[in-house]
Structures are given as structure tokens and as C-alpha cells.
């Protein structure tokens, strides 16, 4: 029988259950068992394509091209689990299908309901994503926090497992805060509040996972127990961690997280193989040299919008055994400054990552000039390239007027554009390119050097293009152009001519780094900058 553990958050939002979820599902799959991970966005938006990553962070991109919250970009990073559009479930797309059937009458003139349509859809939903046979445990991390009012069909559907699959087969994991007050004094009542919400809705939890700023002590361990009805051995105190975020499926291994799980579901699991994911620890950990890396984007404010290029840079420098220094770099502040070195003074690599929209383009393009005739690494990725190119165009190849018609749709040298405004080809439509495709590499270039092969396969989430009228001419002025589509229709990635490192990638390989198999493109990238720090 399939196993289904559903992760509920207390208290306030923005704990780490994300991370939390896919901790457990890493120890899991540590023991040989294979998973499925799952996150419910109680959200009417469809997927998070349409939304602010100001609001929201990043929208991460799945090999089969759904759109969606940043989650699933912890569960790719901490866990094997496979993932596409199956493993992402909003409140839109429930509520979508369930009308769309409706019109279609399937529901034979019954009146459409909450309770049992809306629940019905959800529980298919996921059943679906664990729907592979070898899949032993479907871990749903439940988003926002108990007691919203958008998360209550999902609770209750979970509820509706309990009797669907058997209380065996089903666990509940509640995540919750033991916040600090005056005088350093650690307070359960939170915890206790929000467990009674949880009990109201019909949801005993099996285990806690208690979110505090220090290691909670046995003796608050016993009064949380006697308030929850939760074993005093299935309370994990997630104590704040100083050194990185995957030192967690650890810590919680140490307190029993993945025995406590097994157990209670009965299940026949080996011991678990932690060796790798420790020496990964120990290697960040023991690491004592420091590479610097300025990012220069236009969602900087908020940690979250960039979120898998942090952890792949981060995940370059476990590759290469130096910590990393994120600077963060408002393009905006580089628009308004005179003197542009002073904010690179003590970096050691650049990187102008994904974007959409005209604000900061100025200060990007102001940045990719200083690293290109500075000879500082510097990596784009999406925008980032366009921005390379922009700058390649109006200072190499004098066009001042070099644009993306993105930004400006006037231009006379539009070198960024949709495939519909280059004349030679018609009717592709404006239309998002998203999700995995392949790229040829030629030989002889550093992207080559990079990945060690021709063909490679990386997600791609973008509108516009290099324009295919600017490309020769590109090229005949030195830049190379080092990868093309299949057909040879598409510019996937530029590098500067006499430079260290200057790469610039039309794709996203953030989606696909891990700091067990750190992504090629960042190890290299943080090597260079490492060399850059030396000189
Ligand atoms: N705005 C650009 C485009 O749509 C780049 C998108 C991105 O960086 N993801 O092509």
C-alpha cells in the first residue's frame, strides 16, 4: 500500500516546511525508497507563471515546462524525486477542472460542491503524482498556514485520506514556531494553539517539527507532548542552523525524523546511506577560502526571486571548496551611481540573471560592459545573455541604439527580438518557449570545454531571442556564438571573445544544479571567479 505524508505549517508562514518536506524526502530516499513530492498552492492563480517574483520568488520551471512555486526547487535539490506539472496542485487548477467538467455536464445535474466535488479533485490530484508503481511515499507539503481559509478543502481532503488509505498509510507532520521572547524565554503556546486548529479540522499530528531559534530543551519537549497528544519521541526541534540549509536532512536525522516516519507507517526500509550528503556538509563546512559574487538583478530585495541561482552558485562552491559571499546589486543603484567600480571592487565574478520588464535593463547593460572590458567573470543566464548581446551590439558593433524590442519596440537595431518580428521567419507567435529542450555545442568553445559534449538538455523559460538578422554580424565581430538549437533557428548561449570567463546561456541550468552534482556551468563559473579573487 502507497504511503501518504501530508506537511502542515503553524503559526505564520515562511518556517522552511518546503525545506522541511524535502529533508524528509531526502532521508527517505536515503533509505532506498522511492518518493513523491508534492506541494499544494492554495492560491486561485493557476501556476505562479503569471505571478510577481517580487510577491511570490522565483517561478520554477519543470522539465515539462509548468510554472511553478520555488518548492519544487528544494524538493529537485534535497531529494531524486521526479517532478513535472503533476507534483505542483493549485486552488486555480482545482477549481479549473472541476468547472470545466461541470460544463461538460459530467456531474449529470448534481449540484457541484466543496465537499465532495472539490475534495474529490484534490485527492485525484494526489494519487496522480504518486501514481508510479515504484513510488512508496507520496510526501504533500500543504502550503500556507492552518487556520487560512484557502487551505481548508486541502486539510480536509487530507482529513478524507485518513478513512480512503487507512490511518497506517497516512501521517501528519505539522511544522510549526517556538518563537523567543523577552529575557530569551522560548514559548510553546503558539505550538498548542495551532495543533488545536489542526485537532478542530479532524487532523491528529503524528509528528511536530518544532521551528525555534535555539535547540528546545526534554523538559519543554514533555509539555508540548502533554498539550498535542504528539509522542514526546516524534517532536524535532528544527533549530536555526549557522552553516547551510543541507545540513537539515541531518540534524533531523540525528533526532529519529526517518525512523519515527517508518514506524509509525510500518514500513520495510534499509538503513539509511548518508555518506555522500555528509561529506557534501563537511566539504562546505570545512571549506576556509571565500569567493565573493555580485549579483546584478532587478528583483534583489527580495531573497527568494533568485533563489535556485543562490543555491547554484552556492553549490559551485561546494565543486570548488571556497564559501560564497553573495553581494547583492540593485541594477537600479548602478544607474544612479557616477562611479560603477565601486560596487565591484571586492568581487570576484558577476552574475546578471533572469528577468522581464525595462527597469534596471540601463544599469545590466552598464554592468556587462565594466566586466567584459575589466575582464571580470561574469555569467548571464536568460536576461542575462539578452543583456550581453544588447551591450555586445551598441559598443562592439556601434549600434547605439542596440535594444531588446522587449524594452524598446522602435529600435533600429533590434538584436533581441520575438521570432514573428524577424522576417524570416513567420507565424511563431509570441508565445512563451518553456520547459526542456536540447542545444548543439560547437566544439572548441569554453561552453564545450564546460560540458564535454555537443548535446545537452536544459529548461528554457523566455519570449524573446537573438535576433537571427543581427547573428553574423555578431559573430564576424568576434562574438562567438557557442550553441545553437538542433535546427540551428536559435542562439542558446554566447561567449565573449579574449576574456577569462564571459558566458552568457539563453537557458536556466539553475533548475538543474544540486550541491551533490553541482551544475558544470557554475563549478566552472566559481573556478574563474576563484582565479579572478587571486590576481
Ligand atoms: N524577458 C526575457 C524574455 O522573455 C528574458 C526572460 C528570462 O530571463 N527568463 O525573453
Given at each position: 500500500m502507497k504511503k501518504y505524508v501530508f506537511v502542515t505549517g503553524g503559526v505564520?508562514?515562511?518556517?522552511?516546511k518546503g525545506v522541511a518536506a524535502a529533508s524528509l524526502g531526502n532521508l527517505l530516499g536515503s533509505r532506498g525508497c522511492r518518493i513523491a513530492m508534492v506541494k499544494i498552492d492554495p492560491?486561485?492563480?493557476?501556476?505562479?507563471?503569471?505571478?510577481s517574483p517580487y510577491q511570490h520568488g522565483e517561478v520554477y520551471v519543470t522539465e515539462d515546462g509548468a510554472e511553478t512555486d520555488l518548492d519544487l526547487g528544494n524538493y529537485a535539490r534535497f531529494t531524486n524525486s521526479e517532478l513535472s506539472r503533476n507534483n505542483s496542485i493549485t486552488t486555480g487548477q482545482i477549481y479549473q477542472e472541476v468547472i470545466k467538467r461541470e460544463r461538460e455536464g459530467r456531474y449529470l445535474g448534481r449540484t457541484v460542491q466543496v465537499i465532495p466535488h472539490i475534495t474529490d479533485e484534490i485527492k485525484r490530484r494526489i494519487i496522480l503524482a504518486g501514481?508510479?508503481?515504484?513510488?512508496k511515499v507520496v510526501i504533500i507539503e500543504v502550503g500556507?498556514?492552518?487556520?487560512?481559509?484557502?487551505?481548508i478543502p486541502f486539510l480536509e481532503a487530507a482529513r478524507q485520506f485518513i478513512n480512503d488509505v487507512g490511518r497506517e498509510n497516512t501521517l501528519f507532520i505539522h511544522l510549526t514556531l517556538i518563537p523567543e521572547v523577552a529575557g530569551k524565554e522560548l514559548k510553546t503556546k503558539p505550538t498548542q494553539h495551532s495543533v488545536k486548529e489542526l485537532l478542530e479540522i479532524g487532523i491528529q499530528p503524528d509528528v511536530l517539527i518544532c521551528r525555534s531559534p535555539v535547540k528546545i530543551n526534554k523538559e519543554m519537549i514533555k509539555k508540548i507532548a502533554l498539550f498535542t497528544n504528539v509522542k514526546e519521541d516524534s517532536i524535532i526541534s528544527a533549530y536555526d542552523v549557522?552553516?547551510?540549509?543541507?545540513e537539515i536532512p541531518l540534524i533531523f536525522h540525528s533526532q529519529g525524523l526517518d525512523t519515527i516516519v517508518i514506524d509509525k507507517m510500518k514500513m520495510d526500509c534499509r538503513n539509511p546511506d548518508l555518506s555522500g550528503w555528509k561529506r557534501m556538509v563537511e566539504t562546505y563546512n570545512n571549506s576556509t577560502e571565500t569567493v565573493t559574487i555580485g549579483i546584478v538583478g532587478?528583483?534583489?530585495?527580495?531573497?527568494?526571486?533568485?533563489k535556485s541561482v543562490y543555491e547554484s552558485i552556492f553549490h559551485g562552491g561546494i565543486a570548488n571548496k571556497v564559501k560564497i559571499k553573495l553581494v547583492k546589486i540593485d541594477a537600479e543603484d548602478i544607474e544612479n551611481s557616477?562611479?560603477?567600480?565601486s560596487f565591484f571592487k571586492d568581487i570576484d565574478g558577476i552574475l546578471i540573471p533572469g528577468g522581464f520588464g525595462q527597469r534596471g535593463i540601463k544599469g545590466m547593460i552598464q554592468t556587462a560592459s565594466f566586466a567584459r572590458t575589466n575582464r571580470i567573470p561574469c555569467f548571464g543566464i536568460c536576461l542575462g545573455m539578452q543583456i550581453m548581446v544588447i551591450e555586445y551590439a551598441r559598443n562592439?558593433?556601434?549600434?547605439?541604439?542596440?535594444?531588446s524590442t522587449e524594452f524598446?519596440?522602435?529600435?533600429?537595431?533590434?538584436?533581441?527580438?520575438l521570432l514573428e518580428e524577424q522576417?524570416?521567419?513567420?507565424?511563431?507567435?509570441?508565445?512563451m518557449r518553456l520547459g526542456k529542450s536540447e542545444s548543439v555545442i560547437n566544439k572548441g568553445t569554453k561552453l564545450y570545454d564546460i560540458y564535454k559534449s555537443s548535446s545537452i538538455f536544459e529548461r528554457h523559460r523566455h519570449r524573446?531571442?537573438?535576433s537571427n538578422l543581427y547573428r553574423d554580424e555578431l559573430a564576424e565581430e568576434g562574438?562567438?556564438?557557442?550553441a545553437l538549437t538542433p535546427d540551428k533557428s536559435l542562439v542558446e548561449s554566447v561567449e565573449w571573445p579574449d576574456h577569462p570567463w564571459g558566458v552568457g546561456v539563453q537557458f536556466h541550468p539553475e533548475f538543474q544544479s544540486t550541491p551533490i552534482n553541482p551544475h558544470p556551468l557554475f563549478s566552472s563559473f566559481i573556478k574563474a571567479s576563484k582565479d579572478y579573487g587571486k590576481r
Amino acid at each position: 500500500m502507497k504511503k501518504y505524508v501530508f506537511v502542515t505549517g503553524g503559526v505564520c508562514s515562511s518556517l522552511g516546511k518546503g525545506v522541511a518536506a524535502a529533508s524528509l524526502g531526502n532521508l527517505l530516499g536515503s533509505r532506498g525508497c522511492r518518493i513523491a513530492m508534492v506541494k499544494i498552492d492554495p492560491y486561485l492563480n493557476v501556476d505562479a507563471g503569471t505571478m510577481s517574483p517580487y510577491q511570490h520568488g522565483e517561478v520554477y520551471v519543470t522539465e515539462d515546462g509548468a510554472e511553478t512555486d520555488l518548492d519544487l526547487g528544494n524538493y529537485a535539490r534535497f531529494t531524486n524525486s521526479e517532478l513535472s506539472r503533476n507534483n505542483s496542485i493549485t486552488t486555480g487548477q482545482i477549481y479549473q477542472e472541476v468547472i470545466k467538467r461541470e460544463r461538460e455536464g459530467r456531474y449529470l445535474g448534481r449540484t457541484v460542491q466543496v465537499i465532495p466535488h472539490i475534495t474529490d479533485e484534490i485527492k485525484r490530484r494526489i494519487i496522480l503524482a504518486g501514481n508510479d508503481p515504484a513510488v512508496k511515499v507520496v510526501i504533500i507539503e500543504v502550503g500556507g498556514t492552518v487556520g487560512d481559509i484557502e487551505s481548508i478543502p486541502f486539510l480536509e481532503a487530507a482529513r478524507q485520506f485518513i478513512n480512503d488509505v487507512g490511518r497506517e498509510n497516512t501521517l501528519f507532520i505539522h511544522l510549526t514556531l517556538i518563537p523567543e521572547v523577552a529575557g530569551k524565554e522560548l514559548k510553546t503556546k503558539p505550538t498548542q494553539h495551532s495543533v488545536k486548529e489542526l485537532l478542530e479540522i479532524g487532523i491528529q499530528p503524528d509528528v511536530l517539527i518544532c521551528r525555534s531559534p535555539v535547540k528546545i530543551n526534554k523538559e519543554m519537549i514533555k509539555k508540548i507532548a502533554l498539550f498535542t497528544n504528539v509522542k514526546e519521541d516524534s517532536i524535532i526541534s528544527a533549530y536555526d542552523v549557522n552553516t547551510t540549509i543541507y545540513e537539515i536532512p541531518l540534524i533531523f536525522h540525528s533526532q529519529g525524523l526517518d525512523t519515527i516516519v517508518i514506524d509509525k507507517m510500518k514500513m520495510d526500509c534499509r538503513n539509511p546511506d548518508l555518506s555522500g550528503w555528509k561529506r557534501m556538509v563537511e566539504t562546505y563546512n570545512n571549506s576556509t577560502e571565500t569567493v565573493t559574487i555580485g549579483i546584478v538583478g532587478k528583483y534583489i530585495n527580495l531573497n527568494d526571486s533568485y533563489k535556485s541561482v543562490y543555491e547554484s552558485i552556492f553549490h559551485g562552491g561546494i565543486a570548488n571548496k571556497v564559501k560564497i559571499k553573495l553581494v547583492k546589486i540593485d541594477a537600479e543603484d548602478i544607474e544612479n551611481s557616477s562611479d560603477i567600480s565601486s560596487f565591484f571592487k571586492d568581487i570576484d565574478g558577476i552574475l546578471i540573471p533572469g528577468g522581464f520588464g525595462q527597469r534596471g535593463i540601463k544599469g545590466m547593460i552598464q554592468t556587462a560592459s565594466f566586466a567584459r572590458t575589466n575582464r571580470i567573470p561574469c555569467f548571464g543566464i536568460c536576461l542575462g545573455m539578452q543583456i550581453m548581446v544588447i551591450e555586445y551590439a551598441r559598443n562592439v558593433l556601434n549600434y547605439p541604439d542596440a535594444d531588446s524590442t522587449e524594452f524598446k519596440p522602435g529600435t533600429s537595431a533590434p538584436v533581441i527580438s520575438l521570432l514573428e518580428e524577424q522576417i524570416n521567419v513567420s507565424n511563431y507567435g509570441g508565445t512563451m518557449r518553456l520547459g526542456k529542450s536540447e542545444s548543439v555545442i560547437n566544439k572548441g568553445t569554453k561552453l564545450y570545454d564546460i560540458y564535454k559534449s555537443s548535446s545537452i538538455f536544459e529548461r528554457h523559460r523566455h519570449r524573446y531571442e537573438v535576433s537571427n538578422l543581427y547573428r553574423d554580424e555578431l559573430a564576424e565581430e568576434g562574438l562567438i556564438i557557442s550553441a545553437l538549437t538542433p535546427d540551428k533557428s536559435l542562439v542558446e548561449s554566447v561567449e565573449w571573445p579574449d576574456h577569462p570567463w564571459g558566458v552568457g546561456v539563453q537557458f536556466h541550468p539553475e533548475f538543474q544544479s544540486t550541491p551533490i552534482n553541482p551544475h558544470p556551468l557554475f563549478s566552472s563559473f566559481i573556478k574563474a571567479s576563484k582565479d579572478y579573487g587571486k590576481r
